[in-house]
């Protein structure tokens, strides 16, 4: 059981990184031309609208998870999956006025939940829609990765070297993690700006990858293709599977 405290300490902290990345995605987005929203995003299918309402939805659906634990009552993140992507194509297409409107309004509405819970409810566990179970603290931390990959992935002129590092830092373990021990073959992974080591793969290192950490993150996220990272012997790094 999460100490509550500790647990509501982790979430104020969280805070206050999700305010920094939310100031810098509402910049980011007012600074697009008016039919930039139209026009494709680095994923595949989706146009910058569509990341965009992605982002106000997705604040929306947090503030369920985070209205049924102080509750406890059983509200899911969304209704349904279709009701998900519904709303992701239904805000898409929308002005870059009503876009930026609704990312602030829902943000407000994300804060105004936040304020409402008590330490009790930060310890207390939350089932996120991909299964996972973990404290209802995490949901923050939920938050500032949709934001920092998303805010790359709008194509809008903010890179992976933008990355807050206790976010890059956190993110690189996390990732690196999910994929040790899996069929890749054996990657030793080392930060050379913050010193921080990783290990992906299964068997024998036969590989170093070597680079700044938000070089690493962007590769194991997918929002690069690690070409400039160094590679001890010099060889092909290997395809990465998607990670969700």
């Known amino acids: 059981m999460t100490d509550p405290q500790s647990a509501a300490a982790v979430a104020a902290e969280r805070l206050s990184l999700v305010e920094s ?6 910049e980011t987005v007012a600074e697009l031309k008016p039919d930039a929203v139209t026009e494709p995003s680095a994923l595949p299918g989706w146009t ?14 947090l503030v369920n998870l985070l209205t049924g634990t102080r509750t406890r009552t059983d509200i899911p993140q969304y209704a349904s999956e279709e009701e998900r992507e519904q709303g992701i ?11 930026l409107a609704d990312l602030r309004e829902s943000h407000e509405r994300f804060l105004a939940a936040v304020a409402l819970m008590n330490d009790g409810d930060w310890a207390a566990e939350v089932r996120h829609r991909s299964g ?3 404290p209802a603290c995490d949901l923050v931390w939920k938050r500032l990765g949709e934001l ?20 890059a830092v ?16 054996a990657v ?4 050379e700006d913050t010193g921080d080591r990783g290990l992906i793969g299964s068997g ?41």
């Open 148 to 167: 920092e990959y998303h805010l790359v992935d709008l194509d809008g002129g903010y890179s992976p070297a933008r990355w807050p590092e206790p976010f």
């Open 89 to 99: 194509q239904d805000g898409a297409g929308r002005p870059l006025e009503e876009q």
């Open 48 to 61: 910058r609208g569509h990341v965009l309402a992605h982002l106000a939805r997705n604040a929306d659906s």
């Open 21 to 26: 990345s939310t100031r810098r995605m509402l």
């Open 132 to 134: 996972a179970v973990f």
């Open 188 to 191: 030793e992974l080392v930060a």
């Open 204 to 244: 024998p290192v036969s590989l170093t990858v070597q680079g700044p950490v938000r070089a690493l993150l962007a590769w194991l996220s997918g929002r690069s293709d690690g070409a400039d990272l160094r590679r001890t012997p010099d060889t092909v790094l290997p395809q990465l599977p998607p990670l969700g």
């Open 170 to 185: 956190a993110e690189f373990h996390s990732l690196a993690l999910r994929l040790h021990g899996t069929d890749l073959p």
